[in-house]
C-alpha cells in the first residue's frame, strides 16, 4: 500500500474512496494511518451528500450513457455535445469529452477498405529475386579514401 502514496497525492478524496473500496479487504485504520488521512475524516467524508457538480455529471453522464446507443454507438464526443446542444442541455465540449473518456464510452471506428484482387489464399509467395540473380562484382566510385 506504501506504493499507492505516490497515486494518492495530493487530493484526499482519491484516498477516501480507496479506502472505501478496500475496506472489506483491510482495515479502515491502518489503510487510513498508511494513507496519511484520519479516520474521522473518512467518516464524514463518507456521510456528506454528494455535490453538486458530482450530481450534475451523474445526470449528464445519463444523457450521454442514453444517446451513445442511439447513434449506434458512431458518435464521439463532439457528436454528442452538439446533440446535447440540440437538446437544450447546456453544456462544455470539454466537459463531455473527460466524461466520455473517464467512463470508457467511445466511438466505433471502420476499418480502412482496401480492395484485393485475389485472396489471399491464393496468392503465391514472392519470389526471392536476389538468391536468383548473379552476383555483380562491386566497383570502387568516387574518390579514394587514402592519398598515396
Not at 478524496?13 to 496519511?36: K, N, P, S, W
Not at 503465391?124 to 562484382?137: G, L
Request: glycine residues 8%.
Amino acid at each position: 500500500m506504501k506504493k499507492a502514496l505516490a497515486f494518492f497525492a495530493g487530493r484526499r478524496e482519491l484516498r477516501f474512496r480507496f479506502v472505501d473500496a478496500q475496506r472489506g479487504e483491510f482495515r479502515i485504520g491502518t489503510m487510513c494511518e498508511v494513507l496519511g488521512v484520519s479516520r474521522s475524516g473518512y467518516y464524514a467524508w463518507r456521510r456528506r451528500p454528494r455535490s453538486l457538480r458530482e450530481q450534475g455529471n451523474a445526470t449528464l453522464l445519463a444523457t450521454i450513457r442514453r444517446l451513445h446507443p442511439e447513434s449506434r454507438g458512431i458518435y464521439g464526443s463532439p457528436r454528442i455535445y452538439a446533440a446535447l446542444l440540440q437538446r437544450g442541455i447546456a453544456c462544455g465540449r470539454h466537459h463531455v469529452a473527460r466524461l466520455m473518456r473517464e467512463e470508457g464510452i467511445r466511438s466505433k471506428t471502420k476499418r480502412r477498405f482496401r480492395y484485393i484482387a485475389t485472396k489471399r489464399d491464393e496468392m503465391p509467395s514472392a519470389p526471392n529475386r536476389r538468391a536468383a540473380s548473379p552476383r555483380r562484382p562491386r566497383t570502387a566510385c568516387g574518390r579514394p579514401t587514402s592519398r598515396s
